[in-house]
């Protein structure tokens, strides 16, 4: 059985006839790296909160293993675009926190088992610090202190420190500079590889969709009134060599009208979405 | 490419800062020495302006002598501690002082049901309509209602600075928690927290700041509302005290009052600008 399975789902914010998606059919099976690329406000980030149960369909299921999932809960930890942490809690705090909300509530913190388990919570929390590649005296930092490179290491350390099943990741990197959103793509892989989360990452960068997920799912509309549905589903080998990547990129690019050069592509990261989605899929070499 | 001196880059240095925002207090002070001067030149009783020692005289015996009104009398071998405490000054800024701070533990319900109604649309839904038809109701309009329900004690002043501030407290709290991102609240849930934790110890800690500058900057709606209490229906308290003396034009006495509930409220605003700060320091302020 999937993992996350949507059954024919429908989104619509006020009138029906305007639907974000429409009639969804996908699975994303355990353990997958799943990149769900669109263009801005193709719905990728509604797929993405479906998953996360924050937003309801008007029409079909979410299911994950098989049951219908409705509300945020720990199976899924969560990445923003902004506000991925909590301000007013240091980087040892923010990545604490799954931890001590798991297992204590507001009046059981009160007990000495707390404070002994404080102290486990701490370590854990460390060792993450360090996964991550931050400096043991940052774990005392507040977010602001911090680059936003480092905020959004924390937050992955924050979602993945309750071990969840899914990782999904709202354009996580998406206001970071080129260097550091590769570095971060770098730490994403190894997580991932490391921890054998199913991981959902939604992006618009088609270069890096390629070179991140085993698999890219392409969102796309027909015409400007018709919800977005499931353009292009491709499995992606994950060993592919980075002028390939570039190469698929610049024909799918190449497709949408904006004929760059592949080198271009490397240090892009600004809005590559192909946009004449079944001249793309002819362009495609095969076994993709 | 615009020439000219920008005013708005212009920034005054250390000892120019210090002078110019003194400037206005030793101007002030000036012009009043001079107006109480020509003034006693004129009529040497006069009871409008009085002069600075004459102040300084009436506000010794205020600080160190009891009330006429008072019945307590202090021995001759008393020291200068309780003189001071058994004095009109400190008995009046007590009285007024205990319904103030009252006051302000009566604002905490306040911001825990501004946070509930932001958070939990049900009871968002249930108190929202009536605390914003609370909120345009004039407090002291409530005045005699109040008098009349709870008599003319304690209970009736520190129910009007209530009725006049906790509503503003409850909207400030109620705007100050919805406010907070959705993916903050949403992100708690997937670490694992209940909504009691969603509440307290995600929202409440990162609007505490902003409720705390909002409770700091309704300290004079709640003095407004104290004095009103006390000038109308007490018989101790600063605003008692100044009621009383207009009745005597004791200006004496009255401003040197004035001027003495601006410093204690500027003491506490700063005390809690000091413990925001202490208490919230990864908090900045826009």
């Known amino acids: 059985m999937a993992l996350i399975q949507f059954e024919n789902v429908s989104v619509a914010y006020g009138a029906p006839s305007h639907p974000v998606l429409s009639n969804i059919d996908l699975s994303i099976e355990e353990g997958e790296f799943v990149c769900l690329l669109g263009q801005t406000g193709c719905g990728k980030s509604t797929l993405l909160r479906l998953v996360l149960g924050s937003e309801q ?7 994950i293993d098989g049951v219908p999932h409705n509300q945020p809960d720990p199976t899924c930890g969560y990445v923003p675009q902004k506000y991925s942490l909590f301000p007013d809690k240091t980087v040892m705090g923010n990545i604490t926190f799954g931890p001590e909300v798991s297992e204590f509530n507001l009046f059981t913190r009160l007990t000495p088992r707390y404070f002994r388990r404080r102290r486990e919570f701490r370590q854990k929390a460390m060792q993450y610090i360090r996964r991550i590649g931050l400096q043991d005296a940052d774990a005392h ?5 911090l680059s936003g490179g480092m905020q959004q290491r924390v937050a992955i350390a924050q979602a993945l420190v309750n071990r969840p099943r899914i990782l999904l990741l709202d354009e996580a990197f998406s206001a970071l500079d080129p260097g550091t959103r590769r570095d971060m793509q770098v730490l994403i892989r190894q997580l991932w590889r490391g921890t054998g989360v199913t991981l ?13 997920g085993t698999r890219v799912i392409v969102l796309a509309r027909e015409t400007p009134n018709h919800g977005s549905h499931v353009a292009l589903d491709l499995a992606v080998p994950s060993s592919r060599p980075a002028d390939e990547v570039s190469r698929i990129v610049a024909r799918l690019d190449g497709a949408a009208g904006s004929a ?3 080198e271009e592509f490397t240090s892009a990261v600004g809005d590559s979405t192909p946009r004449d989605l079944a001249a793309a899929r002819n362009l495609l070499p095969n076994g993709i | 490419m615009s020439g000219g001196f920008q005013l708005v880059h212009a920034k005054p240095n250390r000892t120019a800062a210090i002078l110019l925002s003194w400037f206005l207090f030793v101007l002030g002070i000036g012009l009043y020495v001079h107006a109480a001067q020509k003034r006693h030149q004129e009529n040497a009783e006069d009871r409008v302006v009085p002069t600075i020692p004459h102040m300084l005289h009436s506000t ?13 009398t202090i021995g001759e071998n008393a020291n200068i501690p309780q003189r001071f405490l058994a004095g009109m000054l400190w008995k009046d800024t007590k009285a007024s002082a205990r319904r103030f701070f009252y006051s302000l533990l009566l604002l905490i319900p306040a911001v825990f049901l501004g946070l509930h109604m932001g958070l939990f649309p049900y009871v968002g839904v249930f108190f929202s309509r009536f605390v914003l038809f609370f909120d345009k109701i004039i407090a002291l309009s409530l005045l005699p209602i109040l008098f009349i329900a709870f008599g003319i004690d304690e209970l009736s002043k520190i129910m009007l600075i209530v009725i006049g501030v906790t509503p503003t407290i409850i909207l400030d709290t109620f705007n100050l928690t919805r406010s907070v991102p959705q993916e903050q609240v949403v992100k708690a849930f997937t670490l694992g927290a209940r909504d009691f934790d969603v509440a307290y110890r995600v929202i409440l800690r990162q609007i505490a700041p902003r409720v705390l500058n909002s409770i700091r900057l309704n300290l004079k709606a709640v003095m407004l509302f104290l004095f009103a209490g006390e000038m109308i229906a007490s018989t101790d308290g600063l605003a008692y005290r100044i009621a009383l003396l207009r009745r005597h034009m004791g200006m004496d006495v009255i401003i040197p009052y004035v001027l003495w509930v601006a410093l204690l409220l500027f003491l506490v605003d700063m005390t809690m600008r000091l413990i925001n700060r202490k208490l919230h320091p990864w908090f900045r302020e826009a």
């Open chain 1, 260 to 262: 760059r050069e592949p």
């Open chain 1, 57 to 63: 369909p008007c029409a079909g299921r979410v299911l």
């Open chain 1, 200 to 212: 959902v990452f939604v992006t618009h960068n088609t270069h890096e969709a390629l070179q991140l």
């Open chain 2, 60 to 72: 010794y015996d205020a600080a160190f002598k009891p009330a006429e009104d008072d019945e307590q």
């Open chain 1, 141 to 145: 930092k507040y977010p602001d202190q």
